[in-house]
Structure formats: structure tokens, C-alpha cells
């Protein structure tokens, strides 16, 4: 397998520098058409950016952001991850067990686990025309149920919440890895070169800038954070000057910039630092554009709730992801913790799941009227599940079960209205269709184009995977 | 558990066994043997046992791994799966058949009738089993004799200095191992980086500040040579005060310092900077590293010279209060749990560069540390007592805040401590002192009053009551703080009355932030006990006791046993401190050398375990180790030995013949640009802007402004950045609350203070270059600086441009970038400052965010 690195590492990347004018931005390119080419697919070039790149800036020409074919026909062409820290309760939300309803107050489950089984504390009921079974905590998600594809065989290596998290966005545990989204974003680079290829809406604290790190792959492909109760994302405007002043003060900065390149031919750092300007620059009218929910019609703000105490903050993420996915944002993450009930499972959960219901449902046909929906992936969940025993004095809460989960999947080449994989009877083991976090992650990027084991980076001697040697695609579930 | 409760009770030589039948069985009928398997046993196998007993698995259960046939024979902790040919005596059988009920495989249900005839016919057949490969679970014994191996916890021995070629070229030992191994390689070292660079860069890596015109004029102009001009730059900067707050920052970002307890109900720490700055004067004054680890660990139980040194010894400890905790945990065992773990982080990835808090649960997947040396470890946490000022508990308001929960640092409790005596009876005295005070005050009051102005005696009487009034107050500070429950019994009607009015919780909040207050986060010695083993870390699933100590692995080098009335903080302490200790120096110098040139020589600061990285020139590490603890453990020695060095002066260019040989700069052979760190951008913004306030602000001064939960305190708009962010003080001295960090500072890739960092993230983000482009504290630095450059030269426009590249580049200006920027200024001219926006693109540049 050789990745597009590969020429950082002989003395070809220099030579080339030293050979053209074009620097940078254009070996940038050439390396990434490396990576397609060995893996014998035709390159084609980066029409799709050329409307896109307003501006008419050299860099976004052929940055590394620049838009790249995938392996094979893509079904889908974003990500939307919508994620829910702290572990969801799968069984009382998206994983129908009976049995537990039945062996309420009983002991029971794997050796070693304490507490008494807790019945689902929420009614589930048959929904579309599927008839999935979901929870009476999703009312609104419940009306889109043919379109959902629930993961019920989920299942991941760690039961702590900060590995977990780390695992569930970078595939492991112990190492610092680029995140999912970085890995999607140098697959495919990004369609719109005024934006990052890569935001993340409100992430969460915990695996901080792990979780949309770039870790060794370029520093390009990061994500960039979106912080909508601090106004989007921090100066974005400059009120002391004109753009046309700004520009020139830019220039001068680029100059000197690249001056200290010249003396550091192949500064990864520098090279990233000049392409971050310059995304800068064109985010300053870009960004306040896309983030800009005030002419959104009446009609959308109340369907994604911003009305609404309750789901005005979730509304408002998820309103701010349909405008990136619109504008050609190539993965957007919208984060929401406070799911690891410990106790008070009844209270939270339903507080949480209010908040979320009706922002994701509106999301949902949102993209569906505007035909984006098709093409883009939608995807659900937490780090793990909540065990089926009970959790405390006051039996309201529920431990992390990490053995068997539950997540959902919707739109960009997904089969709708589907169950896959099952839990044991109480919900405590994934059984059937089981999903492991590096299955998970292959199955986005074949649903994305990209075969998991060729999309590779050389690093330190080594080609990288996002699934590691791990991986399996769930093809079932493809549509 | 699911570890197969039995030990060694089937030990037999079932290899034997197995390799005696299966030839003697005939050729058909093994190949039936082996059909059989596939059909049969196999798919069993996949489905009911390999989750937790193969490679694949996430964790192998009881070290038994059933997916090779050497795996099988081998077994597992309770010994060999099967006995071939007797099905009977086959603990594979005997688990699945659920006869004993205190084993029964797979747990998550009984085999069919089916299955285990199955498995009984294939045993009975002599286990036929085609597969190969090995099984690689090994027992502890030969885990932590391997484990031992690892070169980390061998003795730092004092390696052969290497012979070097081009000796003209060494300054010291360092160089000889650097040079050597370019020679090796046949690698050019750069030339040095020219007198301007070398200040810059030496000037940020000693004081996180920019060199001053004045001090870049006068090391150019330096007549000495260059070995001799540098040396007394850099003895300069060693004893500057801001050597201590760049380096004091290093280690607080390695003990995740923090002014808040972080997660759910984020309140502050008012007492952190106690300890903030105790770091940073233990730096300036280069306390000897194996000093300042014990006091960190063992502060309050170490001797003490006087009553300053025994309340700063207690201060270090809150190295071991200022984790990140839940006070929303109600489950007080988890909270518990949930500290010691932390501090058992904190210690082992700090000072010890091991990950100890993954064997909280199971044992450590990479180290040879088990889940028993957890929590020998964890009992001497156990039996402290963790004084943070909050506990766990339920509810909004603030009532996590306790002042019994803080650590007496005044006077008295250092004099009781020093003399061994009863804080208690000592609080009675002191009572009965206040008491005394009061009445003596009272009647020197209405004296006071009744004098007119300038009758003899009446200054020397207001004189006398300050100092009653001072000693007054010390000792109501003091008894407010360790008084237990609230505001004290003998405080007079007064004050009683007013307590009635005032809520408990006011009356606890109002003590501690007194910033006069001799309060200080930190630990005391607690109930003594040891602790006991927790099942997959969970607190109610109580093991075997364990007796408090050190893991295994690393007792070669041995800790005093610990006495059965105190936690042994006092030993590890000396344990961490001794010269035989294969880590502590190890680790240390390391993070110095990182520091220093961007990289450490493990590339794993906090982690010199089996995931951790080796070390690139182990014998550099050993030399600067042993170098380390034969000068007293004095870091000031250290960073002066590593920066007088040749290798530390080498320039950043990149050589394309050198970069093809080592393109990673693995064998420095050219120094490499590093990132500033936020501290020192912002720093440095304020010192070229001329408004850096270089002296130590009192305290905590924003503390008044937070009190409450800050999540909740930030939710209505009033976030600690807007309100101390813009203040002049060094950064080190800006408070650092958990999760709600400076926007700068999360663009920057400031520590996360959750937990240790030993290096921070570099990263690239556009969100760097809008802060620099746009935002106000750019501009107005860059306004100020203009200005600043115009009343000193006038209109000299040249003049002007090539002092702006002296003050915030720290070099001169080419000809050409004199032009270009000439140009740039007379065209912005008409829309603003030109002058402003010329240094503010200086600012930005990349130059100015990277040391030379």
C-alpha cells in the first residue's frame, strides 16, 4: 500500500519544490493523486471546486482540501454525526427487549454484573411502515423511522468514557490517531475551498482536539470548531479595516511567509500555516454566511425548534449542519453530552431525548426536501450503551455497557426502516450483526467510496489505517 | 470476572497427550478427526468463546485464548482447556456442562445438548485440531520478569562518552554523543544560527519573552566570543524571575494545574495559585527536583527548618487536590475511587512516565503492572486525606465548597504541626487569644478616641492596636478555616447573630475567599488503611485486600516498608527521590531536552512504558540522567549544560542533502523552528506593545467575580475570559478554568487541564490566523507599538520599519522585505495607521509564532 506521504519521504517532494513555482499547493495535489493512482483509479481533476472556489485564490486551486475522486462510486457524499456523549441508554431507547420488561427486578445478566435488571423505563411501539421499534422518546424521529437503519449490534473494546469516546472518533484507545473526519476530509478533500472541509459544532470536552485531530495527517484536514453560543467562530470579522486592506495586509504576511519557507523547503508546518491563511481569509465571508440562521424562513426556525427552550440549542446545531452540508462542508459533527445516566435515567433521558427529537426529525426531512438527503450520512449515537441492571440506591440509573449498543444510521446509501444486529435478551451483549468501532468506521467510508484498507497514510515508516488491521463493511445495510 | 476459578488443578501434560493419539490414529480417520473439527468445533468455538478467549479479543479472559491448538493444550490461568481423549477431566467440558456452579462457560448461557456432545466426541477423538500458531498469554511471573526488561526500568548507568572526528566542534559531553552519531550517519551538522536568532530563541526557551533592542544590541555587539557572549546571556536569564514562570508553566502543565474542579459542577479552586506559585518559585530558586517531588508528594510529613518552609512544604502537596472531579458523584466510593485514580495518573505519568491508571480496572496491557500493583499503590492515596475544598454531593447552589476541607497554613497551624501538638487544643488557645484580644482592644479604642490629634502617645497607641488588630484577624482567619462545621462558637454575640441571618453555605463561602486567608489546597495524612482490589474498577465489587506498596515491577529499587500508622506517602516520597530510582531522573531530563529542542529523546514524555517510544540516543538520556542527580538534581544546571551546548545552537535552514538523510532531524543536525506556546505569543504581544505587567498579581484577583458553578457563571454571558484575558499580567498568572478555557488558548492549543501533558498539540487552524488578523488584542498591541516607534523615531520612516523588525522579529530587516514593507505602509497609509498595520502583519507572520 503506499500512501501519497511517501514522497515527503525521499528526496522527490524537494526536487519537485525546487523545480516549480507552483510550491506547495501543487505537490500537495500531485501527492494526493499519487494515492488514487496506486490504487489504480482514474484521477480526475477538481472540476467540482471550481465553482466553488470564489475568490479566485491560487491556493484553493489545488490545496490539499481540494476535491478528490473516491475508490469507487460513493453513496454517499458527506457525513452528518450527530454525538451523544456519555453513553445513551440503548435499551430504553432504540433496542426493544422484552425480556427485560418481563424480568424487571430480577437479578440477571453476565457473571459479575450487579444490580438488578431495570425494565425499559419508556413505552416502545412499532413505527412506519418498517414498523421498527423505537421508544416514545422520539415522537418526531419515530415519523422518519423508514428511513432509519438502527445498529443494534454495536459494541466497543472500552467501558470508560474518555477512551471510549477517543476509540468511537479515532479507532484507538491508547494512541493519538487522526480522527474519523480528518480521514474523510484527506480521502476526499472537500468541495467548497472557502470552507474547512471538516467542522465540528459545540465537540466535547472530553478527548478535547483528539476527537477532530489530524494527529500525523496534514494539519488541513483538522477540524475546525463552531461554537454557536460564542458566536460561531471566534474573529471572524475584522471591523477596523476593508477587506481590500486586509488582503493587502495578508499578501505581506504570505510574503514573508513564504521567505521562511524558502529557507525551510518541505516545512510541513509552514506549508499548512500558509494554506491556513489563506482559508482564513476566505472564511471571513464565508463562514458569517453558512452560520447565519436569520434568513432561514419562519417556518424552518420552528421546525427545528429554536423557538423552543428546550431544543433551541440542538435546533440551532442542527439547522448550522444542513447549511454546512448544503454549502459543501465534506463532514460536520454536532456534539451534545450529558447522556451518562448514572442515575436519574428517567428525568435526563427524557430531558435529553426532548431536546434532540424534534432538531434531528426537522434535519431529517430538511435534507430529504432538498434532496440532499440521498447523498448525505447521517449518523447517531454515544460512545456506548447503559447496561440493563440498575444502577444505585435509588435504582433510577444505569451503568456503561460497552458489550452491546445501540446506534442509527439514516440517508446517503443506507437501507431505511431496517434493524441490524441484535443484543442478547436483555440488551447486555451484541449478538447477531455485530458492529466494532473499526466496522463502523469502514462501513462510513464504503458508504463514503473509500475502501477502508487502501485509504492509508506512511507515517514514521508505516502505513496508517483509520481501521488499523481491523474492519469489516456491514453490507447488509447497504441500500 | 469470568477468570476460570480454578488454579492448577489439571495441570497435565496434555501436549503429550495430543501429539501420542493423533498419529496413531489412522490416516482417514484423522482426516475425519479434522472434519469433524471444522464442522463442528470450530464454528462452536468462534461463537461461543473466542469474544473473550482469542487474539481478537478486546480483553482475554483468564489468559486462556482457544483460537490455536496451542492455545488450547496451554490453557489458561486455571490450566489446560482439555485432557485429550478424557472428556471428563477436560475443564472445557466441565465448564460447559454448568455442573459447577462456580464455573460455567459461556456465561452468557448453556451450550445445547448438541454442542457439548460435540465437544465431548472431539475430545474423545483426541482433540484433533488443525490450526497453528502460538498462544501468547503468559502467566505473571514470566510477565514481570520480562516486564523487568524493559529498558526504563533498568539502572540509568553512566555510559562511555563517545570519540568524536571533528572534536573542534564539541562544546561538551552532549555534543560527543550528538556528533558521534552523525558521523555515524555521515551527516553535516548546520552551521550556528547567527547571534540574533540564538537570543531569540534562547531568551523564549528560558523566560517564554522576547529579547529587548537593547539586549539584542548589546549580544551582537559582544566583542566576546561566541561561547563566552552566550554564557553570560544565559546566566542573565537563570536568574531572571521569568525564567521560573516559563518553566514553573512546563510542570503545571504536566500536573494538569487548573483554578477549577472541572465536569459537572465546575467550581473554582480560590487557593490553586498557592500552589501555582510555589511551582514557580521552587523553579526560580532550582530546588533540587528530588526535593520538590517529595514535597509534592509528602509535603506536610517532611521536617521543616521553620514555620514558612513547613506551610510552603504543605502548599506542594496540592499536586495531589487539584484533580478534576465530579462533585456531582453522589456514590461516595466512586468519588473516592474516582480521586485516587487520578492522583495515581498524575503521579505515574508526571514523575514516573508510567500510564499506572490503566490497570484500575484490569492489568496493564502493556506494562507489567497488574491490577494488584494498582491498588497497593492506591491504598497509600486511600489512607490521605485529599484537601480541595469541595466534596461530592447533590444539588445546584454551591454546597460543594467546604472550608473543613482545605489545609491551615498559618502560623499557628505550622508552629502546632512543628511541635506535634493538638490542633485542637491549639484552636482553644487561640480562641481564648482572640478573646483576650477583644477585650484588650475595646478599651484602647475609646482611648483612641478620646485623644485629640497629635497628643503624645496617640500614634504610638494606634500603632499598638494595628498590631492587636492584625493578630486579631489572623486568628479569626485561621479559626474560620479549620474550624469543623462553620463559623466558630466563640466568635462573640456579634457575629453569632449575623450567622443566624446568613445561610450556612453564605457564611462557608464568605471564609475562603478572604484572599488574605492562610488557606491552601493540599493533603493530610488520613484514616490508615489498606485497600481492597475492585472488580473491572467498580467500586462496589469489593476483592482481596491489598497490602499498600509499590508495583511490583518497579520494586528492584526498594521503598523503606511502609509503617502500619502512616500511608506511606513519606516513603514513596524518598522512593521517588532516590538516586536508584530508574525513572524519575530519566523522565525529567527528558521533558527538559523536549523543551529545549522540540522533541524529547523519547518521543513519549509521559509514557516510558512498553506503548511509550525509545529513546533515540539512550545514551545521551543515561548521561544526562546520571549528569542530572550527580549536580544535586538542579534543573537550572541542566537547562544551562543543554543550552551552552553545540547542538543547541545549530540553525533551523533546511539542507537538502542533510534532509536526505535525515529528514526528521532524528540526529539534529539543524535546530528546529518550534511553536510558541500561547503563553509566550501572548506575552510577547504585550511586552513588544510595551504593556507587559511583569510583577506577580496578589493572589487570585478574579476570584471574587466567580464563586458559583462557572458553567453556570459562563452560561449568562460573564465568561472568565472577558474579564481577565485583557489584564497585563504574564499568562501564567491569567486563571485557568476547566472547560472554559480562553478562546486564544484552545486556538493555540493550550494543556487540556483535565489531565497530565506533557506535550501540548501543535496544530494548524485557520482559527490562528483569524485571532492574529482580527483579533483586538493584536490590534491594539500593534497600535501601541507604532506608537510607540513613532515618538522614538520621529518620522524616520526607514528608522521606524527597521526598529518594528528589531522589536518583534528580534533581527534586521533585509533590503528587500525593508522595501516591500515601505511600500505596504505608504499604500495602507490612507485608510489607517500604516505603521500598525505593517507590525501587526509582523504579528502574524510565522516567523513571529515560532522560535528561530
Not at chain 2, 312 to 330: I, K, P, Q, W, Y
Amino acid at each position: 500500500m503506499t500512501g501519497w506521504s511517501q514522497l515527503e519521504l525521499g528526496g522527490s517532494r524537494r526536487r519537485l519544490l525546487q523545480q516549480t513555482s507552483a510550491g506547495f499547493g501543487w505537490l500537495a495535489f500531485r501527492g494526493l493523486n499519487m494515492q488514487t493512482a496506486t490504487a489504480g483509479q482514474p484521477v480526475v481533476a477538481a472540476d467540482e471546486a471550481g465553482g466553488a472556489a470564489a475568490g479566485g485564490q491560487t491556493a484553493a486551486a489545488a490545496g490539499p482540501l481540494s476535491p478528490r475522486e473516491p475508490h469507487f462510486a460513493a453513496r454517499a457524499k458527506r457525513v452528518i454525526f450527530l454525538f451523544m456523549q456519555g453513553g445513551p441508554s440503548h435499551v430504553d431507547t432504540l433496542d426493544w427487549k422484552p425480556e427485560l420488561q418481563k424480568r424487571d427486578g430480577q437479578t440477571g445478566g453476565s457473571a459479575g454484573r450487579v444490580g438488578k435488571l431495570l425494565a425499559p423505563q419508556f413505552q416502545f411501539q412499532r413505527s412506519g411502515d418498517s414498523g421498527l421499534w423505537l421508544s416514545a422518546l422520539f415522537p418526531e424521529l419515530a415519523k422518519h423511522a423508514d428511513r432509519l437503519c438502527l445498529l443494534n449490534g454495536m459494541h466497543t473494546s472500552n467501558a470508560a468514557h474518555p477512551q471510549a469516546t477517543i476509540a468511537l472518533h479515532t479507532g484507538s484507545v491508547n494512541f493519538v490517531r487522526p480522527s474519523l473526519g480528518a480521514w474523510v476530509t484527506y480521502g476526499l478533500g472537500t468541495v467548497n475551498q472557502d470552507l474547512p472541509g471538516f467542522v465540528t459544532i459545540s465537540p466535547v470536552g472530553l478527548g478535547g482536539a483528539q476527537n477532530y485531530g489530524s494527529s500525523f495527517l496534514p494539519a488541513s484536514f483538522q477540524g475546525t470548531r463552531v461554537q454557536p453560543e460564542e458566536g460561531g467562530i471566534a474573529d471572524i470579522r475584522n471591523s477596523r479595516m476593508s477587506p481590500s486592506a486586509q488582503r493587502r495586509q495578508i499578501d505581506l504576511v504570505q510574503d514573508l511567509n513564504r521567505g521562511l519557507l524558502s529557507r525551510h523547503p518541505g516545512h510541513a508546518e509552514l506549508e499548512g500555516l500558509i494554506q491556513a491563511n489563506e482559508l482564513a481569509w476566505r472564511m471571513q465571508s464565508s463562514v458569517p454566511d453558512v452560520l447565519d440562521l436569520s434568513g432561514e424562513s419562519k417556518e424552518i426556525q420552528e421546525r427545528y425548534g429554536l423557538q423552543d427552550a428546550a431544543t433551541a440549542d440542538f435546533g440551532k446545531q442542527c439547522l448550522m449542519a444542513r447549511r454546512l452540508a448544503e454549502a459543501g462542508v465534506r463532514f460536520i459533527q454536532v456534539s451534545r453530552n450529558g447522556w451518562d445516566q448514572h442515575r436519574d435515567l428517567k428525568s435526563a433521558l427524557q430531558r435529553n431525548c426532548e431536546a434532540i427529537d424534534r432538531p434531528i426529525a426537522a434535519l431529517l426531512s430538511d435534507l430529504e426536501q432538498r434532496g440532499l438527503l440521498q447523498d448525505t450520512l447521517v449518523l447517531w449515537g454515544g460512545e456506548f450503551g447503559r447496561s440493563p441492571q440498575d444502577q444505585g440506591s435509588s435504582g433510577d440509573g444505569r451503568r456503561h455497557n460497552n458489550t452491546g449498543y445501540s446506534m442509527w444510521m439514516a440517508g446517503g446509501g443506507v437501507r431505511g426502516g431496517m434493524q441490524y444486529g441484535t443484543t442478547d435478551e436483555l440488551g447486555e451483549k451484541a449478538e447477531s450483526g455485530r458492529l466494532s468501532t473499526h466496522d463502523l468506521h469502514a462501513t462510513i467510508l464504503h458508504l463514503l467510496g473509500m475502501d477502508h484498507t487502501r485509504l492509508t497514510y506512511r507515517y514514521a515508516g508505516r502505513d496508517f489505517r483509520l481501521t488499523d488491521v481491523y474492519g469489516e463493511v456491514a453490507k447488509d445495510i447497504l441500500a | 470476572m469470568m477468570h476460570w476459578p480454578f488454579k492448577n488443578i489439571f495441570c497435565l501434560a496434555c501436549a503429550f497427550a495430543l501429539s501420542a493419539s493423533v498419529p496413531s490414529m489412522a490416516q482417514d480417520s484423522r482426516r475425519e478427526g479434522l472434519d469433524f473439527f471444522e464442522k463442528h468445533i470450530r464454528p462452536l468455538l468462534a461463537k461461543h468463546c473466542y469474544e473473550c478467549h482469542s487474539s481478537e479479543s478486546s480483553s482475554v479472559k483468564g489468559n486462556l485464548k482457544l483460537d490455536t491448538r496451542a492455545g488450547v493444550l496451554k490453557g489458561g490461568d486455571s490450566g489446560p482447556a482439555i485432557v485429550a481423549g478424557k472428556p471428563a477431566e477436560s475443564l472445557l467440558v466441565q465448564s460447559v456442562t454448568y455442573d459447577d456452579p462456580n464455573l460455567q462457560m459461556p456465561p452468557k448461557g448453556r451450550l445445547t445438548g448438541a454442542e457439548i456432545e460435540a465437544l465431548q466426541q472431539w475430545i474423545t477423538l483426541g482433540a484433533p485440531d488443525p490450526r497453528s500458531g502460538t498462544s501468547d498469554t503468559v502467566s505473571r511471573t514470566t510477565r514481570l520478569k520480562e516486564g523487568r526488561q524493559h529498558w526504563s526500568f533498568q539502572p540509568v548507568k553512566v555510559p562511555q562518552v563517545p570519540q568524536v572526528q571533528h572534536a573542534e566542534w564539541v562544546r561538551s559531553d552532549i555534543d560527543r554523543f550528538i556528533r558521534a552519531r552523525q558521523e555515524q550517519s555521515g551527516i553535516t551538522p548546520n552551521p550556528d544560527a547567527a547571534r540574533p536568532a540564538l537570543l531569540r530563541r534562547v531568551t523564549l526557551d528560558l523566560t517564554g519573552l522576547a529579547p529587548t533592542p537593547q539586549e539584542l544590541a548589546e549580544f551582537v555587539s559582544d566583542a566576546a566570543s561566541d561561547d563566552q557572549a552566550l554564557v553570560k546571556v544565559v546566566d542573565r536569564l537563570l536568574a531572571s524571575s521569568a525564567f521560573g514562570e516559563r518553566w514553573g508553566r512546563h510542570w503545571l502543565d504536566v500536573v494538569r494545574y487548573a483554578d477549577s474542579v472541572g465536569k459537572t459542577r465546575n467550581v473554582p479552586f480560590p487557593f490553586a495559585w498557592r500552589y501555582r506559585n510555589y511551582v514557580i518559585d521552587s523553579f526560580n530558586a532550582d530546588k533540587p527536583y528530588d526535593r520538590f517531588m517529595q514535597e509534592q508528594v509528602a509535603g506536610d510529613l517532611l521536617q521543616a527548618r521553620d514555620v514558612r518552609e513547613r506551610s510552603s512544604n504543605v502548599v506542594a502537596t496540592g499536586f495531589l487536590a487539584l484533580g478534576s472531579m465530579d462533585l456531582n458523584e453522589r456514590d461516595v466510593d466512586q468519588f473516592r475511587l474516582d480521586r485516587i485514580d487520578d492522583q495515581m495518573d498524575t503521579l505515574g505519568r508526571s514523575m514516573l512516565g508510567l500510564t499506572l491508571g490503566c490497570a484500575r480496572c484490569h492489568d496493564h496491557k502493556f506494562d507489567p503492572i497488574s491490577q494488584q500493583d494498582y491498588y497497593a499503590l492506591a491504598g497509600i492515596f486511600a489512607s490521605t486525606r485529599t484537601l480541595s475544598g469541595n466534596r461530592s454531593r447533590s444539588g445546584g447552589g454551591n454546597t460543594y465548597f467546604h472550608p473543613d476541607l482545605l489545609a491551615d497554613i498559618s502560623d499557628t497551624a505550622a508552629k502546632a504541626a512543628m511541635d506535634g501538638r493538638d490542633p485542637a487544643q491549639l484552636r482553644a488557645a487561640e480562641l481564648a487569644r482572640a478573646d483576650d484580644l477583644r477585650s484588650t482592644l475595646a478599651p484602647m479604642v475609646q482611648r483612641y478616641k478620646a485623644l485629640p490629634d497629635g497628643a503624645p502617645g496617640k500614634a504610638a497607641l494606634k500603632q499598638r492596636m494595628t498590631a492587636l488588630r492584625r493578630e486579631l484577624q489572623s486568628l479569626q482567619v485561621a479559626q474560620a478555616a479549620t474550624a469543623p462545621g462553620a463559623a466558630g462558637t466563640g466568635k462573640g454575640a456579634k457575629a453569632a447573630a449575623k450567622s443566624k441571618t446568613q445561610s450556612k453555605q453564605q457564611r462557608l463561602e464568605a471564609v475562603p475567599f478572604d484572599p488574605d486567608g492562610d488557606i491552601a489546597m493540599g493533603v493530610s495524612e488520613g484514616r490508615i488503611e489498606d485497600l481492597k482490589l475492585r472488580v473491572r474498577g467498580e467500586p462496589d465489587l469489593e476483592g482481596d485486600l491489598v497490602e499498600r506498596g509499590l508495583p511490583a515491577v518497579l520494586r528492584t529499587v526498594g521503598m523503606s516498608r511502609i509503617d502500619a500508622g502512616s500511608s506511606g506517602r513519606e516513603e514513596l516520597g524518598r522512593w521517588l527521590a532516590s538516586s536508584r530510582n530508574p525513572l524519575t531522573a530519566r523522565v525529567m531530563v527528558n521533558r527538559v531536552w523536549g523543551h529545549l529542542f522540540g522533541r524529547g529523546l523519547v518521543e513519549t514524555p509521559d509514557n516510558f512504558g512498553v506503548a511509550g517510544i525509545q529513546p533515540t540516543h539512550p545514551e545521551l538520556l543515561d548521561y544526562l540522567a546520571a549528569d542530572f542527580v550527580k549536580h544535586d538534581w538542579s534543573v537550572k544546571h541542566l537547562i544551562r549544560q543543554l543550552v551552552l551546548s553545540r547542538v543547541y545552537r545549530l540553525g533551523t535552514d533546511i539542507q537538502p542533502q542533510q534532509a536526505a538523510l535525515d529528514e526528521g532531524n532524528q540526529l539534529y543536525w539543524r535546530g528546529s523552528l518550534r511553536r510558541l506556546d500561547v503563553e509566550a505569543i501572548r506575552d510577547t504581544l504585550l511586552q513588544t506593545s510595551g504593556r507587559l505587567e511583569m510583577t506577580r498579581p496578589a493572589g487570585a484577583p478574579y476570584q471574587a467575580e466567580f464563586t458559583g458553578d462557572l458553567s453556570r457563571v459562563a452560561a449568562r454571558g460573564n465568561t472568565p475570559a472577558d474579564l481577565t484575558l485583557s489584564s497585563p499580567v504574564r499568562s501564567v498568572y491569567l486563571p485557568v478554568f476547566r472547560s472554559l478555557l480562553f478562546g486564544m488558548y484552545t486556538a493555540f492549543d493550550f494543556a487540556e487541564p483535565d489531565q497530565v501533558n506533557g506535550q501540548r498539540d501543535v496544530t494548524t487552524v485557520p482559527g490562528q490566523a483569524l485571532f492574529l488578523l482580527n483579533n483586538s488584542l493584536v490590534a491594539d498591541a500593534s497600535e501601541r507599538a507604532a506608537r510607540q516607534l513613532q515618538s522614538q523615531y520621529g518620522d524616520n520612516r526607514r528608522a521606524q520599519l527597521a526598529a518594528a523588525w528589531r522589536l518583534i522579529l528580534c533581527r534586521e530587516a533585509g533590503a528587500d522585505e525593508l522595501r516591500m514593507a515601505q511600500h505596504f505602509v505608504e499604500s495602507a497609509e490612507a485608510e489607517k495607521s500604516g505603521l500598525a498595520l505593517l507590525i501587526q502583519a509582523l504579528y502574524a507572520s510565522a516567523e513571529f509564532r515560532y522560535t528561530p
